[in-house]
């Protein structure tokens, strides 16, 4: 509908050029996260090498983007560095990363006061600053032609027929507070700095397998492979297309820890450094990860679903459906086809917990009347459930058996620990909480587990039992059950 203002008075009311910077300090960036997002650009330009460099100087740091890609001329400079450059709405090539025409600055922003892109195109450079505190001071969008002299800007784009470099100095978030010469500012830096490297390793991954070279400090960054492509042990899913084909998924079941060498293991960690962070869909748009490890609210993480890694490929004309934000880090499935999606991804994840308990089911199937020891019983009285603590457990059994005469204190004990289990309180948080629930002894040291085990083994193999047996029945004695890669400790003893 268009209403007729014709006869009206209008008012300019442009935004307050300080204020709206600030706002785009805040879309909560992190610095991987914006140096990921200025080599989408390079990447989109077709860039077949990326450099990043920095020179460490405390609060004076500095950090270089440059790349080989096709450059700009100077208007399209100026351009690129207009906040909303290009509208979101604008249909993208297939192979361009960008999105909402605002990535650069928003990127940059967050990192930095202020930065300049230097970019040569047909043999001709151009150069251009971005300064908030200038901006701040003259209270307008304007660009300075200055370029610093801190930092060789030149250093590849003269042997280059074009490129383009990012340059961000006065990064007050990362060296606020930091001084030169004083390690532990240094020690933080790098430590940034490494996550960075870990960071493009995952969401550059597939372009980076594809030959793209992205150094960092001259060195050669490698790709992670959250699938674990190659690996012994690795089981998928057939790819499965919906949407006519516009969105593909591919499940993963990686190999279980046994199959697995420890350099192998701690691959799998990633860059989160941990299987259960890394659980979930991965999402990449035009092959660039946005979501490295996520249940998108549709599931819990649990630590027996570590093994499942779901690929999701979407094309860069579904960003509206996906909710794709402007970091590049959200992404949520249309309604329409959520319900395939869950019912893909549990196909894969009850494929994910078989592996995953695989190695105690094999011991256990060795011995199938095996007698299984919870620590918890279900018991009902008057139509009621309680839980009960299972005296059959060979740790109770043994500790009841010496109480130097004080059973019944123990037994007094142990009923009021069994008649005021929180039960209403666990069901509430486990319906409630996004936080998942942890299984038994996690992120706890192991030794008292693997200690108790020692001790219960060498008392089975004393009554007599051959130590397949004894290896067996501790399987089946909760928490064991949870940790059966320790049963190989007792092939030891
Ligand atoms: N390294 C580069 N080489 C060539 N052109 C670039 C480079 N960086 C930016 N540009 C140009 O500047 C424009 C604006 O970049 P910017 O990152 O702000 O937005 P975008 O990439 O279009 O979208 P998004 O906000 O999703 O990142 C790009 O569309 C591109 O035309
Ligand atoms: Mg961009």
Redesign the pocket.
Known sequence: MRIDYSDRDTAAAEPEASSMIQSFRAIGYSFETAIA?II???V??GAKNIWIDYVWKGPDTIIGIT?D????TND?LIQ?MRPG??NPLTARSEND?????????TASFSQCRKFCVN?KKNEKESCWTWDLDYVNQVKSWKLIKYKPDEFDLNKYIDDLSSG?T?LWWDLDRLTKDTQADKESSKTDFLAAIEKVRMHLSMVFHRYIDDGLNIFLRGRRIQSWDPFMIGFDGLQSRPEISLEKGAVRIKGFVLPHRSKLSAEDYNYGKGPRDSWTDHQGFYIYRNRRLLVGGNWLGLFKREVHYDLCRIKVDLPNSMDNEWQID?K?SVARPPTKIRESIVAIAKDVRAQAVEVYRHKGKVVRRKLAKEEYFPFWEEKTRHGKRFYRLNRKHPILKELLKNTNGLTQQFEKVLQFIEETVPVPLITLQENENERPHGQPFEGKNHENVIDVMKTMYKSLIAEGLPPEHARARIANIEPFNFYLEYLEHLEKI
């Open positions: 997002d989408d650009n390079s989109s330009a790349d890609g096709l450059g700009m399209e690129a450059s290009v990363l960008g999105r909402f025409g605002l990535g650069l600055k970019s383009t990012v402007i590049k």
